[in-house]
């Protein structure tokens, strides 16, 4: 008998788990246990819908308890807080201390800890938002919104409908939508937002008198953390960075690049640009993107010495199977990047999606004149989170089947590819979309001239998008509720 844990109910690991529990089967005793401090799984992509009111929260949760319960998967309401890979003085088990954050067996259990051992364990804990990286940031600081938790999306359309509201009654409003710090992620959620904010304005009748700006820690629009594309439209090879400025110029979306928000007041925004120089915008309504961070977890050897620092790296992200060896811009290579996603030293313990700490950016390296960082950080999200959390599934498998040493799937980011359907506005009849495919998603500059295949890395704009991105929200929801056949839906 093989127990699995996996830390984390998020895309990558809730595909992982799924995964493991289809492959292992129900005989065997093979066990397959969930930890993850929510109780209701959220398909983050469509929280940009309920963060404009085209959508509420029950269009993009659902609860894990009855999945879990009719896959056969074991779930814990808890967040994990300590993982000892070596075991400790009583069983050289792994095993990994939680504590309970809800009562979702019924039993009581919110606040008490317990420590659960494992055979083989999946980090997929997803990101720490950091607010407090910014002084004043998101709900926690309270002077902005944010669309990361369907929570937090819901609270954003209410200021949004409150904004439209003073616009119907003749005020003027600047709106502010993007990056609350230098080196935040997700670009593609915060350009999703602004253009849909963009489109219930003008459904709204008030456009006209509506201030709408993107505020990016992007040094050119498009680059969207991976550095941007290459790829031909309509026969004319041209750049991620041109299609999307022309999509601003059509909306009349102001674009304030290369900026670090260093603090957010009522009403106010502080930020320095790479130029070094330090600015103020006044604004009425603000959804502001956190910095991600790795959930704090802890590491102990069997004798109860922490090994923080050997299992992860500072930003809190577990290290793998990547080349973390400091280097300059220039020397950085696609092999850099881990491809079997297990934790060095340990062939039983894995960090998949946002959970594992990449060797470097993606985007190009810049600080600004004063030396403070502003660069977009790795994504890790969506399709190729699934992918991972599928591929460490298959291997911990084959290994359960076949041995310890059986050879680790493979899924680096430098050789698989990615498709993204970017909103630009809701409607059956006037919604659009930006659907992007990239291959690979970190590029190799020694096998591609513009570090990504040509022909598989495009853009096309339009209705059409809008129609795949509602389908796809509507597949993967059936997909993350392992409906018949969900596992035959590619990550």
Sequence with gaps: MTDVVVLGGGISGHTAALHLRRMLGRRGGHTVTVVTPNANWNWIPSNIWVGVGKMKKPNVVFPLAPVYAKKGIEYRQAKAVAIRPQGDSEDERGAVDIVYTGDSDGRGKAGTEERIRYDYLINATGPQLRFGATEGLGPDGGNSVSVCTADHATE???????????????????????????????????????????????????????????????????????????????????????????????RGVEAILGAHVSKVDPGLVHFETLDGLNHELAFDFAMLLPPFGGVPLKAYDRAGEDITADLFAPSGFMKVDANYTAKPYEEWKASDWPSTYEAPGYNNLFAVGIAF?????????????????????????????????????TTIVERIKNGADAPAERASMTEMGAACVASAGAGLRNGSAAAMTMLPVVPDYDRYQSGRDIKSTRGEIGLSGHWSKLMLHYLFIYKAKAKPGWFLIPE
């Design 156 to 250: 954003a359309a209410a200021h949004l409908q409150a904004t439209i509201d003073k616009l119907k009654a003749g005020q003027p409003q600047t709106l502010v939508v993007g990056m609350g710090h230098g080196t935040c992620t997700c670009e593609g959620a915060a350009f999703e937002y602004v253009f849909n904010v963009d489109h219930q304005l003008r459904e709204a009748g008030v456009r006209d008198t509506a201030r709408l700006i993107y505020l990016t820690n992007e040094a050119q629009l498009g680059d969207f953390g991976v550095d941007g594309m290459t790829f031909v439209d309509q026969g004319f090879e041209t750049s991620s960075e041109l299609w999307t400025a022309s999509l601003f110029r059509e």
């Design 357 to 393: 700490a990449p060797p470097h950016q993606i985007s190009r390296p810049l600080k600004s004149a004063n030396g403070t960082a502003i660069a977009p950080s790795p994504p890790r999200t969506g399709m190729p989170s699934g992918i991972m959390g599928r591929t460490v599934a």
